[in-house]
């Protein structure tokens, strides 16, 4: 039936039929074009694409895609078809120029209708080419875009009615994948400028860190030797300072001269004697090690901070430092053998701070120079070359002739029995002008002189008749004194004390002797000779500032010792600082263990005070219980009655070891 239907047909509905057939694959074309199109987003493809499919779909000889510039002053052919495609391609044109420049400054459609709206001057040229050429506007959602132009139809026919009506669907369909593919190109690019500008803050960071760090290279070094220079020298010291005190170990600082290094500057000119500074640096450093810093101090000064080094390990360093120096250095093809001067100084023994031991390490090196040596190491007598100190010691000399050196007294408290069994003597100097000078700045003085004798004699004398004094008026108090590194070379000293302690008929366990731990690790052999001869005495021995000196488990067991003071710096922090409270633990659980009795100085808390009580600490001293007082000052303390005092009529429980 149908196919009669269709076979009796009018033409008219043929035709009819025929067209909608062709419309309908027109729009699955398109359908499919703009699905393709859409798909894609890199812009040029899309020109590209768009420009292939109108050329089949007109059948056109050449196609072009201009589109309007941002600035709308020019159009570009973004793409190009067909004939003259090469050409065409990416030219640039005013928006006054062509047909095109028509369709985009009045932003309507090409065909021939628009003839209409010609004047007469152009008609006849526009004529021309009327016929071949439509031209359709793409029209975004946002903006205008440009247009789709197709130029002469293949074959012989022109452009028709349905060839306008096809681009103009096709036109409309493609847009806004163009404008789509647009947009994403300048987000791109935005992106891209963006990452560039954030890589361009990135460079200009790292620049700036560079140059800081020029500067900071340039604030810390020699510019001549590239050298650490002594600010940066002293901060080395500080850091090396604060290890070696934290691991309890040395350090050595070394100070270098160059000898006559003046003469050859000024006869020679400055730039020899710079080649020279840098030489020998160049020379310096190669014999040092990694974890060694050799610096330029100023002139003809260097340094060399050694952490962990002892004096031997220092001694080593100087002698490959001075080995440096044999082969003769060339300069200007002459022949230069310089010379030098080193001082060392060794942490802690000849300074805690960095000040201290750069002014050890300097007495030292003057010394070395004066001798002639090739180094000296510094010693205590060194410092009297201090015009200052010889005043000092000028004052002090009257004053220990004149008796005027006084003492003071500060009660050390038995812990388990909670009661004050003794007192330590610390002395006490009023200059006549400079007013309270603390005994560690005048001790040492007197320990460069023979003076330190005398002196200690002095003490010992107030302090046995003082304690004596006290024992008169029933309090059973022992008395404590410190005695310093020299008076242990005295070979007297033992007699002495015997005569004084007959002379005040005061029992001889009364009597005890602090001695610092440096002290006595100063010269090991020596001390225990004489603290052994001082034991046999039946005198009390104490190792003060313990903690501080080295002196190493196995030596401790032969030292003819009964009591370690723990130094006060482990006690003040032991509260906050763990290291510190394990090693006043260990202190305690050692002396225990080797048989003897321990102080804890420096008790300035009740917190410590009870935790010292805790851990079986046997003594305490220090500020919570009393601060040094002067005789009358401690008679009063004693009646105040604050702590109990140990008095003969108790049980005479542990007398000994207060
Ligand atoms: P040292 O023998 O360790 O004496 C303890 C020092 O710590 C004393 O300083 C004392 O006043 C101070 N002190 C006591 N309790 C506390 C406290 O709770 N906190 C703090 N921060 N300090 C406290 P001083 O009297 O200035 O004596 C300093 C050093 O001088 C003594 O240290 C001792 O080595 C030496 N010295 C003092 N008198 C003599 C003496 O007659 N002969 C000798 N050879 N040396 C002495
Ligand atoms: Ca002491
Ligand atoms: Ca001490």
């Known amino acids: 039936m149908g196919r009669k239907a269709v076979y009796t047909a009018p033409n008219e509905l043929r035709e009819l039929q025929a067209r909608l057939k062709e419309k309908e694959a027109e729009i699955t074309m398109l359908t499919e ?82 003839l209409d709206q010609l004047d007469g001057c152009n008609r006849n040229k526009w004529e021309q080419e009327a016929g071949n050429l439509i031209l359709v506007p793409l029209v975004g959602k946002r903006q205008f875009l440009g247009g789709i132009a197709c130029i002469n139809k293949i074959g012989e026919d022109n452009f028709n009615a349905h060839d306008f009506d096809l681009l103009g669907m096709f036109a409309n369909q493609v847009s806004i994948a163009i404008e789509n593919a647009m947009f994403f190109e300048e987000l791109n690019a935005a992106k891209q400028s963006s990452e560039a500008y954030r890589e361009k803050l990135a460079e200009s960071n790292r620049k700036l860190l560079l140059s800081n760090e020029e500067l900071q290279h340039f604030a810390l070094h020699d510019p001549l030797t590239e050298l650490p220079n002594r600010t940066l020298m002293l901060d080395r010291l500080q850091q090396g300072i604060l290890t070696a005190k934290r691991n309890r170990h040395t350090l050595a600082l070394i100070m270098i001269d160059l000898d006559h290094f003046k003469e050859v500057n000024d006869t020679l000119g ?19 090690r990694e974890p060694d810093t050799l610096g330029r101090l100023g002139g003809d000064e260097f340094a060399v901070v050694l ?74 007598e ?33 812990l388990r029995r909670q009661i004050i069994t003794g007192v330590e003597v610390l002395a006490r100097w009023t200059h006549p002008t400079r007013g309270a000078i603390p005994p560690t700045d ?39 004194i410190n005695l310093s590194m020299h008076n242990l070379r005295d070979e007297n000293l033992p007699a002495q004390i ?28 020596l001390s225990l000779d004489i603290l052994t001869q001082l034991n046999k005495m039946g005198l009390q021995l104490s190792v003060d500032d313990f903690g501080t000196g080295y002196s190493s488990l196995s030596y401790l067991k032969r030292l003819p010792v009964q009591q370690l003071k723990i130094d006060h710096s482990f006690v003040s922090d032991m509260m906050g600082d763990k290291d510190d409270a394990m090693i006043v633990r260990s202190t305690i659980d050692l002396a225990h263990n080797l048989g003897l009795n321990t102080v804890a100085e420096g008790v300035e808390t009740q917190e410590v005070l009870d935790r010292l009580t805790e851990i079986k600490c046997d003594h305490a001293q220090g500020f919570l219980i009393s601060r040094p007082l002067s005789l009358d000052d401690f008679m ?13 009529s108790e049980v005479k429980e542990a007398g000994r070891d207060y």
């Open 33 to 114: 074009v703009t699905d393709v199109i859409g798909s894609e987003y890199r812009l040029q493809k899309v020109f590209d694409l768009v420009a292939a499919r109108a050329f089949d779909l007109l059948g056109a000889e050449t196609v072009t895609i201009p589109i309007l510039a941002s600035d709308q002053k020019s159009y570009c052919y973004r793409a190009a078809c067909g004939v003259n495609a090469e050409e065409l391609r990416f030219a640039e044109l005013p928006i006054e120029v062509g047909i095109c420049g028509w369709v985009l400054r009045n932003r309507k459609p090409w065909w021939k209708g628009v």
């Open 270 to 288: 400055h730039s020899v004697g710079d080649a020279l500074l840098v030489g020998v640096g160049e020379r310096f450093q190669s014999t040092l």
């Open 442 to 480: 005048f001790i040492p003085v007197l320990e460069q002189t023979g003076l330190i004798k005398t002196f200690t004699l002095q003490i010992l004398e107030k302090a046995v008749s003082y304690c004596k004094l006290f024992q008169d008026k029933g309090y059973q108090l022992g008395v404590a």
């Open 498 to 525: 015997a005569t004084i302690l007959d002379r005040y008929h005061l029992d001889k366990q009364f009597l005890m002797l602090e001695i610092t731990e440096s002290a006595i690790m100063h010269d090991p052999e």
């Open 307 to 380: 952490p962990q080094a002892d004096r031997e390990a220092a001694l080593t360093v100087v002698g490959k430092l001075q080995a440096a120096l044999q082969r003769p250095l060339e300069i200007d093809h002459n022949n230069f053998s310089v010379a030098a001067s080193m001082g060392i100084a060794v942490y802690p023994e000849h300074g805690n701070d960095p000040s201290k031991l750069l002014k050890s390490a300097d007495v030292a090196m003057y010394i070395a120079k004066r001798n002639r040596d090739e180094y000296a190491i510094y010693n205590i």
């Open 636 to 648: 009063s303390y004693l009646l105040a009655g604050e702590w109990e005092v140990s008095t003969f």
């Open 382 to 414: 060194h410092d009297s070359y201090n015009p200052n100190r010889l005043e000092l010691l000028n004052d002090l000399r009257a004053a220990i002739q004149q008796r005027e050196i006084g003492i003071a007294f500060q009660p050390k408290l038995d």
